[in-house]
T-cell receptor, first 113, second 119 residues
Framework: KAGVTQTPRYLIKTRGQQVTLSCSPISGHRSVSWYQQTPGQGLQFLFEYFSETQRNKGNFPGRFSGRQFSNSRSEMNVSTLELGDSALYLC????????????FGPGTRLTVL | AQKITQTQPGMFVQEKEAVTLDCTYDTSDPSYGLFWYKQPSSGEMIFLIYQGSYDQQNATEGRYSLNFQKARKSANLVISASQLGDSAMYFCAMREAGILTGGGNKLTFGTGTQLKVEL
């Protein structure tokens, strides 16, 4: 089974631009969560989508948004980029069943100049 | 209060030795899961081991075992027979089932422990 994939892997943007990141979960997984990782703040939860609905949201400004499609692929969008948005963005998927395990993708490293 | 506390920013261990990485947690939710992930310098988070709050036995996965002490709210990771490839950042994380907070798959992470395996 293929793992979680994220595209693009690296991205360089300038302040004020917007960016869209994509995450394809493991086949059969319907839950996708997004996390931001920075040296200063560590790993922080952004939001979770399940069956195309946002189920949970972290403490991030409205510039951060996301969505999930019927095939469970998810996108997150950051508008009006700020220097502080430079981070590794990770997505994780979780499948059905009793296992609680969430599997992460390789991440998208975003640099805002 | 921090939900997940990892008090060891950095650890050194010699190859083939065992090492314990500490993790304590704080939750009022009676149902929760505890995870350990490994993050090499490439950035990918690699799942290592999981322990559910109702599991009676400590979890084991190959060279990894989780020393779960529920009353002390600790979930330490033990790596046996360390290898050079074990050098990485290790994160402890918790998912609360949400009886009190509403459910979902949100993971709360600790600040991590950087492990360096030496010859």
């Amino acid at each position: 089974k293929a793992g979680v994939t994220q595209t693009p892997r690296y991205l360089i943007k300038t302040r004020g631009q917007q960016v869209t990141l994509s995450c394809s979960p493991i086949s059969g997984h319907r839950s996708v969560s997004w996390y931001q990782q920075t040296p200063g703040q560590g790993l922080q939860f952004l939001f979770e989508y399940f069956s195309e609905t946002q189920r949970n949201k972290g403490n991030f400004p409205g510039r951060f948004s996301g969505r999930q499609f019927s095939n469970s692929r998810s996108e997150m969008n950051v508008s009006t980029l700020e220097l502080g948005d430079s981070a590794l963005y990770l997505c994780a998927s979780r499948g059905p069943g009793s296992t609680d395990t969430q599997y992460f993708g390789p991440g998208t490293r975003l640099t805002v100049l | 209060a921090q939900k997940i506390t990892q008090t060891q920013p950095g650890m050194f261990v010699q190859e083939k030795e065992a090492v314990t990485l500490d993790c304590t947690y704080d939750t009022s939710d009676p149902s929760y899961g505890l995870f350990w992930y490994k993050q090499p310098s490439s950035g990918e988070m690699i799942f290592l081991i999981y322990q559910g709050s109702y599991d009676q036995q400590n979890a084991t996965e190959g060279r990894y075992s989780l020393n779960f002490q529920k009353a002390r709210k600790s979930a330490n990771l033990v790596i046996s027979a360390s290898q050079l490839g074990d050098s990485a950042m290790y994160f402890c994380a918790m998912r609360e089932a949400g009886i009190l907070t509403g459910g979902g798959n949100k993971l709360t992470f600790g600040t991590g422990t950087q492990l360096k395996v030496e010859l």
